[in-house]
Nanobody, 115 residues
């Protein structure tokens, strides 16, 4: 499996921006489908965005137009640029790597949107 380390979370005011990063350990990172998930207190973990090895992206409706997922295969890193953040975006954000039946998770990073 691949080790994943997230960073970039923090406290931000509504309307603000954050960029999350997820660094992967494996050199074959480029073939993984990467994703960001989030889990708010008392709620189930939900998919936020995914990006395939070919660069195709997918977003949950609630973040479309505000969040952008991207990847840098040379740096073995996937990013989540989050703009116009809302209080309902407050959650623990997790990075996910998937290749076939192999699935790996990071420890996550906390994002809190509050004034």
């Amino acid at each position: 499996q691949v080790q994943l380390v997230e960073s970039g979370g923090g406290l931000v005011q509504p309307g603000g921006s954050l960029r999350l990063s997820c660094a992967a350990s494996r050199s074959i990172f480029s073939i993984y489908t990467m994703g960001w998930y989030r889990q708010a207190p008392g709620k189930q973990r939900e998919l936020v965005a995914t990006i395939t090895s070919g660069g195709s992206t997918n977003y949950v409706d609630s973040v479309k137009g505000r969040f952008t997922i991207s990847r840098d295969n040379a740096e073995r890193t996937v990013y989540l640029q989050m703009n116009n953040l809302k209080p309902e975006d407050t959650a623990h954000y997790y990075c996910n790597a998937r290749m076939g039946l192999e699935v790996s998770w990071g420890q996550g990073t906390q994002v809190t949107v509050s004034s």
